[in-house]
Structures are given as structure tokens and as C-alpha cells.
């Protein structure tokens, strides 16, 4: 019962932000003299802490599968000596463009025949680096309202709704561009990753190719998820679906090398502005690259022919993703747990002292190294805890926004930064009320608020932190609550398992986890 009351209670102020309704103040961002003023919230349309969030989850399942519609394009390698899998109904070398999965169980889907002939599968080893371009989002969702929109870009110059499901004429389309730039597949997502590789013939060995057996198999209606998923989840779960979620967190399938100092985002506000009107007054789930400019898209295109073509540009050697992830991990549990001590209490005004003190701990572990001895509270407002904030804000990439970067890391720069000053504005701020509410440990305040200003402490910061996470917005928060069963697997609606009730355009839209049962008895 907990967790339905906390997911209720937090609803009401994401509602409110789904709809951009500020909440407190509303000072706009953009001049120096604000830059450090606590008042002031994130313009609505930047776009900096969704580049975050997909950086964060770059190659992993769990939240690419959660918003499909990708915005980004990556050069990566595939090592040499990687095994990849393709599975089929006949057993011949393919000799036209053909998928390759990174787990069998996932090409095993289409190794496909009849129990008198049997089925092929093809394992094959990289005998060099492979050179791939990876998707972000579910690519391979053969859905038409977003998913595939950055490889339509790439095959066609163009959104083109109407070929959601020509898997053959987007292979063709894609390979004809990758020939031109010495790419040798291209990556996306569904169940699990797999590369559209483009020449067989080229940087691959076979390991085995074996006749295997197989069973009667009615071949999906597409884009029939539904028939489909019937045809799995009567029988018990598909492990096509399970070896996609080995890779749900982070690090994610490492078995592509992703090159970040090389990196389109359509989220680059500066190079594709025509997305901004579209997107504005929209939430994520909505975001995708339908009424791009014309212009926009040559822009693009040639940028990313570019990233290929050219020689690389100067950049530093950052680590921009383990940089990214550092900063997931030191606040996301903290700002979950913090969020679940404040809902709890709601109910039970008896302790709210005792939660505000934990709270109070909370942010100190957060921010203790950042507050300097002469940060104390003085006079009226919050002026003292500048240099706690602007610490906070700058340590991490003081250096790095030093260095020389290339384009796609001065976004990454820029988006590591407005998402964590907007993380330090918030936490600091709560932890200064705190402060000045008497509930730190080493600053003293006289005199300690009354209970009455205690509570309203309490609430202020239960509306920040909520107000805070769904302005993140990150997937590590989203998880099957309360656990699964040991019978029961956690699933993210994904094409094409859409599970019972997922044809409905909220869920199907809005994929939100739930447990499913293993086994059907
Ligand atoms: C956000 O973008 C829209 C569309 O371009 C624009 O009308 C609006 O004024 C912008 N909002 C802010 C706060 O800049
Ligand atoms: C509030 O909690 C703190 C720490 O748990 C405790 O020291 C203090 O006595 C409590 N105050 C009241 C009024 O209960």
C-alpha cells in the first residue's frame, strides 16, 4: 500500500510539471547577475538534462526501452574478436544485408523452419574493429510515431511514417548510406540490441553455422505486438526478452565502444532549432524529430557524414561516461530516499522532527565538503550559501571546461552542467532551510523554528525533491515497486511483447513497468 500512496501523492506535482506550471518562484534564467541565485528555475526549453539522461543510458535496455523515440547517433566499435549471431530458416551465407544479434538467444527468434528441416543459426567472430553508428531509443520498435525517426533521417533524408515496417527497403537504404562513409553496420534496440551489418563479406569469420532444431512457428502478424506477444506469453517468457534485460542498467552491453567526442544529438538546440517549437509545451514522451526543417535536416546529415569523413577533431580524453555516471550514483539514491522519508511522514505529523532531522543528514552528506567555514547564515535570505551552491555546481567540470573539446563534448559539457547546478540549486537550497530551521548538527541557529515552521520546512522540501526527480527524470527511479516474485520477471511494455492491456494508447505510450508471471501454469 505504501507505494501506491507515494506514487499518488508524487503524481499531483509531476502533473503539474508535465503541464510547465511553475512551482515557487519563477525568475528567468539567462543573466550573469542570476547565475547564482537560488530563485532562479531551468528554462523550460532546455534541453540539457534530457542529453544528460540519454548519455547516462547509452547501450543500456532498461530505459531506451522505457522512451523509444532516440535522439541520438554515436559512432562505435565493435572489438575484434566479438561473436555475433544471426539465425535464419535456410543455410545459406547471406549475401545482401542481414541482422546480427549480440545475444543467440535473441537470433534465435529467427531461426526459424520446420521440425522436419530445422532452422540455421550462423555465429560469426569480428576479424577487426567494426565500425557501426548506434541509435539511441528503440530503433527496432517497427512502431510509426517516433522510434524510428533518426534512421529515417539517415535512409531517407526524411520522417517517413508510412515505412515503419519495410525492414528491407530501411536495411537497403541505411547500408547505401554507410557504404559512402566506411561504416560496416548500424545499431539499435528492441528486445535487445542487434546491428543492421551491411557486407558479410567484410570484417567477419564464421564460427559455426549449425542446423538446429526448431518448432512449428506461425510467423507474427505485423505490426500485430499483440499476436505475437499471445504466441510467447502463453507458452512461458520468451528468453529473447530476458537476455535483452542483462543489459538494463548501467554499464549496459559493453560490447560497443562508444565514441563520445563524436556525438548528433537532436536535442543540440544551437544546430537543429526547428525541434524546439515542436517540442515546446510537450512532455518526453512526446519528443521525437516529426516536423524537422528541411535545412535542419541537411544540417545534420552533413554533420553526421562528417563525423565519419573528417579527421577527428581536436578533444580531450574525458571519460564522459563513467563523468556522467558519477553523478547519477552520488545523488540518485539520496534524492529517492529523501523523497520516500518526507512521503511517509505525510501521515504521521508526530514525527515530522524526528524526519526532518534524518532529512537534514541527508542533504549534509551531500554537501558537507562543499561548506566552507565561512558559509553561516547571516541576516535575511539565503545569500551565505553561494559559495556552497557554486562549488557544488562547478567542481566536477571546473577542469574539464578548461580543456580543449570537441563539439559533441562541449554539449556534453554544457549538459553535464546545467543538469547538475539545477541538482546542487535544489539540494542546496533545502539544506540552507534546514540550516536555518536549527536542524544542523554542526551550525548553530537560535532560535530553532517552531513546529509549525517545521512542518512547513518539511513540506517545502517534499515539493522540491518530487519537483526535483521528475525534472530528471532518470530510469533508475523506475523499477517494479514493490519487488516481483522469484516467479515473476519486471518487464517494460516494449514492441513486440506488448502484454495484455498495452494496445491501450496510454500504456503503449507511457511504458511503465510491471511484474509479469515467468511461467503460465
Ligand atoms: C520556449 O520555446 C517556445 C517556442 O519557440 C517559445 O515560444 C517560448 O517563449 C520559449 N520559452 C522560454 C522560456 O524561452
Ligand atoms: C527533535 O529531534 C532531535 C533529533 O532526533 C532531538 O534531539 C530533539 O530533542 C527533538 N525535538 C523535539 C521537540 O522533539
Known amino acids: 500500500?505504501?507505494?501506491?500512496?507515494?506514487?499518488?501523492?508524487?503524481?499531483?506535482?509531476?502533473?503539474?510539471?508535465?503541464?510547465?506550471?511553475?512551482?515557487?518562484?519563477?525568475?528567468?534564467?539567462?543573466?550573469?547577475?542570476?547565475?547564482?541565485?537560488?530563485?532562479?528555475?531551468?528554462?523550460?526549453?532546455?534541453?540539457?538534462?534530457?542529453?544528460?539522461?540519454?548519455?547516462?543510458?547509452?547501450?543500456?535496455?532498461?530505459?531506451?526501452?522505457?522512451?523509444?523515440?532516440?535522439?541520438?547517433?554515436?559512432?562505435?566499435?565493435?572489438?575484434?574478436?566479438?561473436?555475433?549471431?544471426?539465425?535464419?530458416?535456410?543455410?545459406?551465407?547471406?549475401?545482401?544485408?542481414?541482422?546480427?544479434?549480440?545475444?543467440?538467444?535473441?537470433?534465435?527468434?529467427?531461426?526459424?523452419?520446420?521440425?522436419?528441416?530445422?532452422?540455421?543459426?550462423?555465429?560469426?567472430?569480428?576479424?577487426?574493429?567494426?565500425?557501426?553508428?548506434?541509435?539511441?531509443?528503440?530503433?527496432?520498435?517497427?512502431?510509426?510515431?517516433?522510434?524510428?525517426?533518426?534512421?529515417?533521417?539517415?535512409?531517407?533524408?526524411?520522417?517517413?511514417?508510412?515505412?515503419?515496417?519495410?525492414?528491407?527497403?530501411?536495411?537497403?537504404?541505411?547500408?547505401?548510406?554507410?557504404?559512402?562513409?566506411?561504416?560496416?553496420?548500424?545499431?539499435?534496440?528492441?528486445?535487445?540490441?542487434?546491428?543492421?551489418?551491411?557486407?558479410?563479406?567484410?570484417?567477419?569469420?564464421?564460427?559455426?553455422?549449425?542446423?538446429?532444431?526448431?518448432?512449428?512457428?506461425?510467423?507474427?502478424?505485423?505490426?500485430?505486438?499483440?499476436?505475437?506477444?499471445?504466441?510467447?506469453?502463453?507458452?512461458?517468457?520468451?528468453y529473447s526478452h530476458v537476455a535483452g534485460s542483462w543489459h538494463n542498467r548501467a554499464p549496459g552491453d559493453t560490447r560497443f565502444q562508444l565514441d563520445l567526442t563524436r556525438m548528433l544529438t537532436f536535442y543540440d538546440t544551437d544546430l537543429i532549432p526547428s525541434l524546439v517549437v515542436q517540442r515546446a509545451g510537450k512532455h518526453r514522451w512526446q519528443h521525437r524529430l516529426h516536423g524537422i526543417s528541411s535545412k535542419d535536416v541537411a544540417i545534420a546529415l552533413d554533420r553526421l557524414g562528417g563525423m565519419f569523413d573528417l579527421q577527428p577533431s581536436l578533444h580531450s580524453s574525458v571519460d564522459w561516461t563513467t563523468l556522467f555516471r558519477v553523478l547519477v550514483e552520488r545523488y540518485a539514491g539520496r534524492l529517492e530516499h529523501i523523497r520516500d522519508l518526507l512521503l511517509e511522514t505525510e501521515y504521521d505529523s508526530s514525527r515530522t522532527n524526528q524526519t526532518a532531522h534524518r532529512v537534514q543528514n541527508v542533504l549534509t552528506s551531500m554537501l558537507r565538503h562543499y561548506a566552507v567555514f565561512d558559509a553561516i547564515p547571516s541576516g535575511e535570505g539565503l545569500a551565505w550559501v553561494t559559495p556552497v551552491f557554486e562549488l557544488c555546481a562547478r567542481t566536477h567540470t571546473k577542469y574539464i571546461s578548461s580543456l580543449e573539446l570537441s563539439y559533441s563534448e562541449r554539449i556534453l559539457l554544457s549538459s553535464f552542467e546545467t543538469t547538475n547546478k539545477e541538482i546542487c540549486r535544489v539540494v542546496t537550497t533545502m539544506w540552507a532551510n534546514g540550516v536555518h530551521a536549527g536542524l544542523d548538527e554542526i551550525i548553530p541557529v537560535s532560535p530553532k523554528a517552531t513546529p509549525d515552521a517545521l512542518r512547513a520546512v518539511v513540506r517545502g522540501w517534499e515539493e522540491s525533491v518530487i519537483r526535483l526527480m521528475a525534472w530528471l527524470d532518470w530510469s533508475v527511479w523506475v523499477r517494479c515497486e514493490p519487488a516481483c516474485d522469484l516467479e515473476e520477471f519486471c518487464y517494460m511494455p516494449e514492441w513486440p511483447w506488448l502484454y495484455k492491456g498495452d494496445e491501450d494508447e496510454g500504456v503503449r505510450n507511457r511504458p511503465q513497468p510491471k511484474c509479469i508471471r515467468r511461467y503460465v501454469d
Open 1 to 238: 500500500m505504501k507505494h501506491i500512496a507515494l506514487t499518488t501523492l508524487a503524481l499531483g506535482v509531476v502533473a503539474a510539471l508535465d503541464a510547465q506550471i511553475p512551482l515557487g518562484p519563477t525568475i528567468e534564467a539567462g543573466n550573469t547577475d542570476s547565475e547564482w541565485d537560488l530563485n532562479v528555475l531551468p528554462n523550460p526549453n532546455d534541453t540539457g538534462r534530457f542529453i544528460f539522461d540519454n548519455v547516462a543510458s547509452f547501450l543500456q535496455h532498461w530505459p531506451n526501452a522505457r522512451y523509444r523515440n532516440g535522439h541520438s547517433l554515436v559512432p562505435a566499435v565493435v572489438p575484434q574478436g566479438t561473436i555475433l549471431y544471426h539465425g535464419r530458416g535456410d543455410g545459406t551465407f547471406p549475401s545482401t544485408p542481414e541482422w546480427l544479434a549480440t545475444d543467440p538467444e535473441h537470433a534465435n527468434i529467427f531461426c526459424l523452419g520446420k521440425v522436419e528441416t530445422g532452422c540455421w543459426q550462423l555465429t560469426v567472430a569480428a576479424v577487426r574493429p567494426l565500425n557501426v553508428l548506434y541509435f539511441d531509443g528503440s530503433g527496432a520498435a517497427k512502431m510509426p510515431d517516433g522510434a524510428m525517426d533518426t534512421q529515417d533521417l539517415v535512409a531517407w533524408g526524411e520522417i517517413r511514417p508510412e515505412k515503419y515496417i519495410d525492414e528491407i527497403g530501411r536495411i537497403e537504404d541505411l547500408c547505401k548510406w554507410a557504404r559512402k562513409h566506411n561504416v560496416d553496420g548500424l545499431m539499435r534496440m528492441e528486445m535487445d540490441f542487434e546491428i543492421m551489418f551491411c557486407d558479410f563479406h567484410n570484417g567477419l569469420e564464421i564460427v559455426s553455422f549449425l542446423q538446429l532444431h526448431t518448432f512449428d512457428f506461425e510467423p507474427p502478424i505485423l505490426p500485430g505486438g499483440p499476436q505475437l506477444m499471445r504466441h510467447v506469453f502463453d507458452g512461458s517468457l520468451h
